[in-house]
């Protein structure tokens, strides 16, 4: 049974990078099918789409934080990883993995079917 | 790219019907038919209830069903158990490899 486990630290200053990784066990990243990405959800307010990766290093990303994401992969070690630049209070928040299915043979698709139970990452000095 | 709008609060009694609504525009809702809809206990993973506007994974009862009429996607939960009290966000595919999410929504079972 594949799971997701987010991992990284809790606290970072203002101004600086959020690295986050993201390891799965019972299953492989090398899915043909899968991207794999991450949502995030502030105190009290709902999910927002960061981005994602497929095991081939192709990504795609939220135009409105592109600038400031960096996703990346490594299939050795069956995770991935999220960078955020710049940081600021406005960046706090519980942050998800999750398994991503954009496109299947030829069939499109865009859904979230497994995921992580998040970690909550604070901005503050 | 504004997160579909959702109401913030339904609740039924136990097995009453509810119906949760995610209105979007044209360049996402109304454009693809791929909205999903996910379940959320706080501090636990969210889980996927519906896929491709009105699909059901392996595993979630059909009491869950899911449309789409125009711009709005809708969820509906019939025959409303104690179990379903949770929060639901809808999705939308956006164009371009984008998404976006809903408000959400917090289902309370009376």
Redo the contacts between chains.
């Keep these: 049974q594949l799971q997701?486990q987010e991992s990284g630290p809790g606290l970072v200053k203002p101004s600086e990078t959020l690295s986050l990784t993201c390891t799965i066990s019972g299953g492989s990243i090398n899915s043909g099918d899968y991207y794999w990405g991450w949502?995030r959800q502030p105190p009290g307010?709902?999910?927002?789409?960061i981005g994602s990766i497929h095991y081939s290093g192709s990504t795609?990303d939220?135009?409105?934080l592109k600038s400031r994401v960096t996703i990346s992969i490594d299939t050795s070690k069956n995770q991935f990883s999220l960078k955020l630049t710049s940081v600021t209070a406005a960046d706090t928040a519980v942050y998800?993995c999750?398994r991503h299915l954009?496109v299947a043979t030829i069939t499109?698709?865009?859904?979230?079917?497994?995921?992580?139970?998040?970690t909550l990452v604070t901005v503050s000095s | 790219?504004s997160?579909l709008t959702q109401p913030r609060s339904v609740s039924g009694s136990p097995g009453q019907s509810v119906t949760i609504s995610c209105t979007g525009t044209s360049s996402d809702v109304g454009g693809?038919n791929?909205v999903?809809w996910?379940q959320h206990h706080p501090?636990?993973?969210?889980?996927?209830m519906i896929?491709?506007v009105s699909k059901r994974?392996s595993g979630v009862p059909d009491r869950f069903s899911g449309s789409k009429s125009g711009n709005t996607a809708s969820l509906t939960i019939s025959g409303l158990q104690t179990e379903d009290e949770a929060d639901y966000?809808c999705?939308?595919?956006a164009g371009r490899?984008?998404?976006?999410?809903?408000?959400?929504t917090k289902v309370t079972v009376l």
């Design positions: 997701l949502i307010k709902g999910l927002e789409w795609y939220n135009p409105s998800y999750a954009i499109w698709h865009w859904y979230f079917d497994l995921w992580g139970r998040g | 790219q997160a693809y791929y999903s996910y501090g636990e993973a969210p889980k996927l896929y491709d994974p966000y999705c939308s595919y490899y984008t998404g976006v999410f809903g408000t959400g």
